[in-house]
């Protein structure tokens, strides 16, 4: 059995000049670095910081969601980022003398240097080349496909039901209650999750409906079932819960290049400049990373979580 452990240490929640603590993981979780150091810096309970960060994870989609915020925690204002190896064998670039490399997560190994363009010179690159595809690219289906079969895998169940209303997207767990008032969407025995989505024509729009669900569902606002890798964080309250699922899919779809009204829920706080409660940015890079790899292929059982 783990060690039952807070997910902010008392010395990081001190520094919230006065504002009441409220734990955001399962209390039998272990303590995690990026949820520490994110409670005791005040500066991410602004909605402008936090859309600049989002923002600064979305535009680098070649790199793990982690690697994202891993890399703006160095270096906020970098440019475009490459290995040393990289920049010299596709733009024609080597490191300057005294070059600031960059620690990001390796898959198979513990760690990664990069180095931002500011720190390389040689052959001048198009600015086309270094940064993602606009925000009116298409979503190709098979990444919907892979993703709702994959969810089977984790016994949640995806509907699209006949409405145009965003108000029909909705994500429950699957209680005897639900089974039955849901029996005409003939649901599988095994069931956990089952996720309602409106019909919708264009693949994007399927998607960001999906990834907002899915954002709840990974972020543990549903609890967990026997098979669930993610902690049981049930009790957050609504307005956690949104801010958490609408960070997971405006990651996901910026992430992508996708136009889609994601980030909403977000936009009313940037607006009112209105400071955001406490919530879990480990939760949202995990769901994100996760349901990325979802995406990517067709897979026969659950994947073990990556933050790479």
Known sequence: MSRQLNLFSK??????????????ADPATEANAIDE???????YRSSRELMRLLNFIARLPQYSAFNGFLLYTQNPALS??????????????????NARPLVILAPMGPVRFVYDLNDTEGEPVLAERLTSSPATQRLPTRIIENTVQNCALHGIVVREVVSDDLRSDTAVRMIPSIRKKYRHLNLEKDA???VMIGQADRP???????AL???????GHLGIDKNAWWSER???????????????AFLLCQRKGLASSTGKYLAQYQLTEQQIPIFSLNAILQAVNYIEAMGRSRWRRPKKRSRY
């Open 37 to 43: 150091m994110f409670a005791a810096d005040s500066r």
């Open 234 to 248: 049930h009790h957050l309250s609504a307005t956690q819960g949104e801010i958490e699922a609408e960070s997971v």
């Open 192 to 194: 956990s999750y089952l």
């Open 80 to 97: 475009h980022v490459a290995t040393a190896r990289t920049w010299a064998r596709k733009f024609g670039r080597h490191l300057k003398f």
């Open 11 to 24: 010395s990081a929640v001190d520094r919230f000049d006065g504002a009441a603590y409220d734990p955001l």
């Open 213 to 219: 669900e899915l954002g709840h569902i990974f972020c």
């Open 204 to 210: 994007e729009t399927k998607y960001a409906r999906l």
